[in-house]
Each structure stands twice: as C-alpha cells, then as structure tokens.
C-alpha cells in the first residue's frame, strides 16, 4: 500500500529513526503505526544484541539529589562522540529526573522503571530504543542509592572531569555541627580526596572484612619477596610487615596522606576539623564511580 510522507514524518518523530527505516517498518505493518512502532523496537533489541559485544567505556557517571538522598550512576557508549550527542545526554538527565522520584533499590529496579519522558517504555527499553537510533552499544551500567537515615549525617558529592569519576561521601556528626563551616569543608575535601587517591576501605578494620582474601594474598606475596630478598630469614615478618602497613596507608582513607597537606594523613586532618567543629566527626561511607572501571 501507499506511505504518505506525512506518517513517514510522524513515525521519525516518534522513534527518532531515518526516513527510509521508517518507511520501510510501515510498508511491512501495512502502515499501522503501532505495529511499525513494535517492529522498530524489536529491530532496536537485535541491534542492541549486535553491538553487546563491543566495549561501551565512555559515556557519563552522574550525580543527582535533593535533601535526604544522593544518586550515583554511569550511563556508558562506545565512543566519546556518542557520550555528546544530544540524545545520549537527554537520555542521561531524564533519566536522573526519574531516579531521584522514584528512588529505586537497586540497578535492576531502576532499569524497569517506566517514563513518560520515554513514551511509556522502560528504562531497559528505551536503552535498547537509543542503540536502535545511534548504532552503539549503550549501557545503563551501574547505580547507587545513599540515602541520609538520621538528624546526624549528611552527604557530600564531588563530580570530577564533566562525569569522568563520581563520588558520595557521608559523615555522621553531632546535629549540632552539621551546618559549621569545617564540618562543610572536610566533606568537600574528603570527596576529593576519595576521586583523587580511589581508597578501597575506610580504615583497616573495614579493609579486612572487605576484602580478606585480597590481604590474604598481598601477604603471600610480600613473603616470597622475602624469602627473594637475600635478607636473614628472623626479619622475613618484619619485612612482610612493612610491606603490609605501607599497602594499608595506600588503601584505606584515614591511613591516606591527605591531598592538600602530604604530610599530614586523612585521619589527622579531620582531627583538625572536629576541633574546629567542637564536633566528633565520622566517615560512615563512601562510594566512587569512575567512568569505564570495574565495579
């Protein structure tokens, strides 16, 4: 049957595909849009799974939030042209719009999440919708919640290098203190300090439950490096030893030199905030998001 152009034209409108593709779609429905529609869509699914397999690294890790919660997510693509391209960010900051309001638990619950920004799709569909129309793969990757639970804490964010790493800080403080100026500094700082030296714990206690195996196997290797060293084999703990106190400062935040000052560590410059402050001040968590990295 014949296509008019004036459905070719609201067919674009509505997908945001070429003229031809759409065209086509409504010469296979016998021009019935919603069937058209589907088509795209399932052409959009086979190309999502065409371009599954190429590196989607690029793209943008953002922060959104109002008084009790920060979200933390990272929408990736192939290319850096991509990662610009107006649909692309549209598809970010309407998608912050809809984490903020419904504030999902997890990445699962936020990708079956549905918009009226996206005609009523899913957030899994309408990614599968933009790989259709860009040609990339693109992946809605990772998703964070911190949610602020008592009068006492408060969270910090930091976004570094137009969405290259994001991070959530969050303090616990006395309530009285929650708005003194060094309280609102040494969040600030610690945000950056976490973007810049990417700590794996908070502090030693935290870095063992974490990630045992993980020390586990730095000792193994620090005591054949030992053995390797030519050194007496009474001083192989002292050596293992060394080698594990240097790798807890490099890992853990409180054992971190502190960016600004080297001399001093993390742990001593927030001793210095929470004298200004007259205010005990604890890091209770953070988060760090760095685009492309594994989780």
Known sequence: MEISASVVKELREKTGLGMMLCKKALSDANGNMELAIETLRKQGQATAAKRAGKAAKQGKVTIVSDASCCILYEVNSETDFVAKNDDFMG???????LLLEKKPTDLQAAKALT????????VEAKVLELVAKIGENISFRRYCKETVSSANEKLFTYNHGDGRIGILVKLAVDSAA?????VLDIGKDLAMQV???NPLAIDRAAMDKAFGPLIEKEKEIYFTQAQTSGKPEQVWPKIVDGKLDKFYKESTLLDQPFIREPEKTVAARIAVAEKAASAKITVASFVRFELGAEA
């Open 178 to 182: 929650l708005g003194n100026q060094a």
């Open 91 to 97: 598809f970010i900051a309407a998608l912050g719009t």
């Open 115 to 122: 918009s009226p920004a996206f005609n009523g799709l899913t």
């Open 195 to 197: 973007a810049a030296s």
